[in-house]
Every structure is written in C-alpha cells, then in structure tokens.
C-alpha cells in the first residue's frame, strides 16, 4: 500500500485539520482550558510561595489555594475527556471513509486484506495516542510558555530574558527530531502492515500450505516479518530515550542558570524570599508543556504514517486436531504409484465419526470417483487420506507400510490436493505455482498449465506468468482460478491425486477443459474425486459411494484408460 500525501515533521498538520472539524473544536476548547490552566498554575505558585515566606495561611489564602486546586483537578479531567471523546469520533470518521472509499474504488497498489485489516485496526487505533497525547499537548505547549513568561517578567526580568533565551532551543529540537524520525515511523508502519498482510494470507491458506509442503517456508517468512518488526520499534524507542534524555538535560541546564543568579541575589538582599521562591517554582513550569509534547512526539510520526496510508485508500473454522507429528519416522515413505492404498476400518471425523468401518483396496494408477449427498463425509475422507486429517479409528497404508508410522511431510511430497475452494495467493501466476515446486523453471510450468488447460488464459493475461492474479485471485474467474490450482497440483508430479469439486461453480466450457485434463491423466497417477457431477463421475475407473455413514466401492477397477 503506497503512502500518500507529504509527511508531516511535528503534531500539527494545519491541512488535515481543517478537513476535519472533531480536530477543530477540540484544539479550540483545548485552547482555551491551556489558558485557564496556565493561569491556574501561575496562581498555585503565587499561593504556595506566599504561604511557604508568610510563616501562618489566613483563611483567604487557603480558599485561594483551595479553588486553584478544584480548578486544576476540574480542568484534567475535562482535557482527558475531551481528548478520549474526540479521538474515538475521528476514529470512526476515519474508517467509515477507508470503508467507503474501498468500497467504491477498491485498494491501491499491491495491497491485501491483511495490511488493510491491520491498517484499519492497530493502524487507526493509534489516534488515540495521537489526540490524547501529543495534539491535547499542543495548545499547552504553545500558550502555557507565552503567560508563564509574562508572569516571570513581572516578578524577576533576568529571570525571564535567559528563560526567553533558552525556550526556543527546545522546539527547535523538536523539529530536527521529526525530520529523522519521520522516515523511521514509515518504515515501521511498512513494516506492521506487511506482517499483517503475510499472517492473513498464510493463515487463509493454512490447508494449501500443508498440502504443498510450505508451511515451514510461510511460518519462516511471517518470523523474518515480526523481528523485522522488533527490530524497527526497538530503534525508534531508542531514538525517543535518546531525544527525552537530550529535552530533560536541556531544561536541567537552563533552571540552572536561573537558580545560581537568584541564589546569590537572594544572598545579597537584591530579591526577595517570595519573588524568588516563585520564581524557582515558576521556571520549570514553562519547560513543562514542551517537555511533555517531546515526549509525545514519536506518537505524532506514527501517526501520520498511518493517516498517510489512509489518505492513499481515498484516492484511487477452528483448525482441526492433528496426530503427533514423529520426530523420527520409522518406515521410509512409500510411493502412492507402486503400490495399493488399503483402507482398514477407517473411521473419519472431527470430534466425533462421519465415516465408520471404511473398508477398500485402490490399486495404483486408476481414477475414483467419490459420490453421494453433501454432508456424508466424502470430503472428510478425502483429507484423512491426504494426511490432513488425522483418522478417529483404523488405518491407511500404501502398500504394506502404515501411513501411521510415517511422517507426514514424506507422504505428502508424493501427493497433491485440490480442495473445494482453493487458495491462490496474492502474487503472480509463476507464485502460486512455485510453491508447489519452488525450483521450478518456466517452461515446466507452463507444461504443467498446458496439462490443467489453463495455458490459454494464462497467455491471455498481460504479463503472462508474471501477471499479479490479486487479492484471493479476485482478477480471475472460477474456472481459471480452478485450473491454475490444478496446474499448480500437477507441477509436483504426484503419484496421487486428490480433488474435492473439480467442477463445481463452473460453467460448461470450463467444466470441459478441466475434464480433458482429467482425462489425460488416465493411467499415470492414482486419482481421487468427489464430486456430485455426473460428467465427472463418467472418468472413473470405479465409484465410492458414501452415505449412511459408510463408504463402499463399486465398480470395475480392472479397466485402465490409455493416457
């Protein structure tokens, strides 16, 4: 997803601001509490270094310095409300205009549904800190300095002109902080969202992954993003310890200047107790607003990113239970091609049986075909034998070895699956097919499109292989989505092939061409099909009907097509 619009280098986008009027009534109501709040505490100040030189506290004193303390309590509680309430209003500004914005135009660039998941979640949730914190500070910072200044010119000139002096070095230093961190904030933001697009994709793909061997490779890529992560928000943590170390030393040094004066003038008759003391209380107090704004800074840049980010939209089940995996398998695995597949009072299921007693012998190298109603279990079956599904009771062996004792990635590199619904991911044509077989060169994968008849739509794409099918495949029809699954499944090479609804949700045309494709694979691999279309049914060697809770074969296997 590419930003959009210029970065900002400080909290306050005067732009931005005046588009959203949330923004403009609460800078003006947090405006005016400043004003009341910084006379408030140059009060306090007054009071207490009057009390503290005064020796007694009439009882005016203490209704004073009892209505400066209502006030104070009064006027947090109303910034921090204020704050909260505007944040969550601009908060669901921001996405019903992401939402609508999508909606209409869809997303730019090469973004996913993860990255904008993300972006609309974590991404937008961090304008809570941003108007709580470094927005809410902004009127403070600016106006509590200006009347703290006043007071001090008052009670004690020097005082005030090194504190005049000293004041401007502070946003100054703010302003070379956001230059250099306004680039970190991005690559960070970069960095949240391509980890949530990765996490999405690998978790709606989990059953394509494992099918293909790549869950390791995905589980490694989404590592890589979140330290990745780690790595970036340690930096920019850094850099905000680093910068509040300069801020508190910077203030530090110029109350310093101001104590060791009053100090000897003190000393020496020049200023009175009261003065000085208010003085002492006053000098920190106009740091104060700024110091705190310093602190909130990194939260304005990450902030912006993500309001970047969002300015770019407006242009333009629970996962089934699996047996233990061995650490050390016992048998090496064999191939589906040399021998038969029995299965031996094979119970299927979730948590409780679909299938019961499922016994039958497949010899290598024929086509079956699974029938029967929706919900008797022919899916189910057909993912225990894939591997994915661990069976409830009996066994399943290739050969004369139990794929019990096997483990469970070999079994599978000699396999592919098809399911119902197949998970292209977001990439190109030569992606998705190299997760079946990442070395895989061009000219193998367009025999493997060639055998799935899909070579014809793939040539037709503007870039060919290269050609971005997009999010979910959304660029390509049902049946060209179908038949680049197949074509994937194919460049594995497998010696047994399963499929779950070849055909289903396709037109006639494109129904024919995955059938031709079935059909030339007709004495070469060991073949499962569910299915509920009879033109599909008519390529079998033989039928297994399932219903009633059973599974049986029927049906000739003796005949074996030419290929």
Sequence with gaps: MSSGGGGRGGPFDVQRVRRVPVLRRFLVLRTASAVAGAALTVAQVLVVARAVTGGSASRALLMTA?????????????????????????????????????????????????????????????????????????????????????ALFVLDWPSALVVLVTLPFVPALLALVGLYTQARARHRLRAVLRLGGQFTEAVSGLVSLRLLGRQDRTAVRVRTAAEEHGRITMRVLRLAFLSSFVLETLTSLSVALIAVPVGFRLLDGAMSLASALAVLLLTPEAYRALRVLGTQFHAAQDTHAVLDELDGL??????????????????????????????????????????????????????????????????????????VLPPLAGHIRSGAVDLG????????????????????????????????????????????????????FVRRLPDGLDASVGERAARLSAGERQRLALARA?????????????????????????????????????????????????????????????????????RTAAP
Excluded at 87 to 99: E, I, N, P, Q, T
Excluded at 353 to 358: D, I, R
């Design 490 to 558: 194919l460049l594995r090479e497998p010696s047994l092939l399963l499929l779950d609804e070849p055909t289903a949700r396709l037109d006639g045309e494109s129904e024919e061409r995955v059938l031709g494709a079935l059909r030339r694979l007709a004495g070469t691999v060991t073949l499962l099909v569910v299915t509920h279309r009879p033109a599909v049914a008519e390529t079998a060697d033989a039928l297994i009907e399932v219903g009633s809770g059973r599974a049986v074969l029927t049906g000739s296997t003796s």
């Design 405 to 456: 004792d096997l483990d469970p990635d070999r079994w599978t590199r000699r396999m592919a699956m098809v399911p119902q619904r197949p998970h292209l991911f977001h990439g190109t044509v030569a992606d998705n097919l190299r997760l079946a077989r990442p070395d895989a060169g061009r000219d193998r994968m367009w025999y493997a499109l060639e055998q799935a008849g899909a070579a014809d």
């Design 314 to 387: 407006t242009r333009g089940a629970p996962a089934p239970a699996r047996a233990p995996a061995r650490t050390r398998p016992r048998l090496p695995a064999p191939d589906p091609a040399d021998g038969t597949l029995v299965l031996h009072d094979l119970a299927v299921g979730y948590d409780t049986p679909v299938l019961t007693g499922v016994r039958m012998e497949l010899p290598p190298r024929r086509r079956y075909v699974l029938t029967g109603p929706s919900g008797a279990g022919k899916s189910t079956l057909l993912r225990t034998v894939a591997g």
């Design 66 to 150: 009892g209505a400066v303390l209502v006030g104070r309590c009064g006027l947090a509680w109303w910034d921090r409300w204020s704050a909260e309430t505007a944040a969550a209003r601009w908060k669901r500004r921001l996405r019903l205009d992401a939402d609508r914005a999508v909606r209409e135009a869809g997303v730019r660039g090469d973004a996913s549904a993860g990255s904008l998941a993300t972006l609309l979640t974590q991404g937008v949730d961090s304008v809570d800190g941003y108007v709580t914190g470094p927005l809410a500070a902004l009127p403070d910072a600016v106006v509590s300095p200006l009347v703290i200044l006043a």
